[in-house]
């Protein structure tokens, strides 16, 4: 199994930017996606997570009303576009999947990502 997310990169507060999650190696449509992100000196934090069937999606206090998740199921592809960007969204973002519908708990996700770098610069 390989999750490959893409999409980082530097933007200035108030920017946008959208993350990719390519799947491969497992059966996409039949796993919960989620974002989870990590700040230098911090632990790892959820962002947001979205449904198989794309009926459910659920996202952290911090990010909700500015980021959107996503997926597309023929493309075995996920999607975090995040906009009004703030300094303290700087960090490496994670996509995984989980069998379950986990949620918040990354305990319940199976497989993991390499990250991505996010900077926002203020």
């Known amino acids: 199994v390989q999750l490959q997310a893409s999409g980082g990169g530097l933007v200035q507060a108030g920017g946008s930017l959208r993350l990719s999650c390519a799947a491969s190696?497992?059966?996409?449509?039949?796993?919960?996606m989620g974002w989870f992100r990590q700040a230098t000196g911090k632990g790892r934090e959820f962002v947001a997570t979205?449904?198989?069937?794309?009926?459910?999606?659920y996202y952290a206090d911090s990010v909700k009303g500015r980021f959107t998740i996503s997926r597309d199921n023929a493309k075995n592809t996920m999607y975090l576009q995040m906009n009004t960007l703030k300094p303290e969204d700087t960090a490496v973002y994670y996509c995984?999947?989980?069998?379950?519908?986990?949620?918040?708990?990354?305990?319940?996700?199976?497989?993991w990502g390499q990250g991505t770098l996010v900077t926002v610069s203020s």
């Open positions: 995984a999947a989980s069998r379950v519908l986990a949620y918040d708990d990354p305990r319940g996700y199976n497989y």
């Open positions: 190696g497992l059966t996409f449509s039949s796993y919960s």
């Open positions: 979205i449904s198989w069937s794309i009926t459910s999606t």
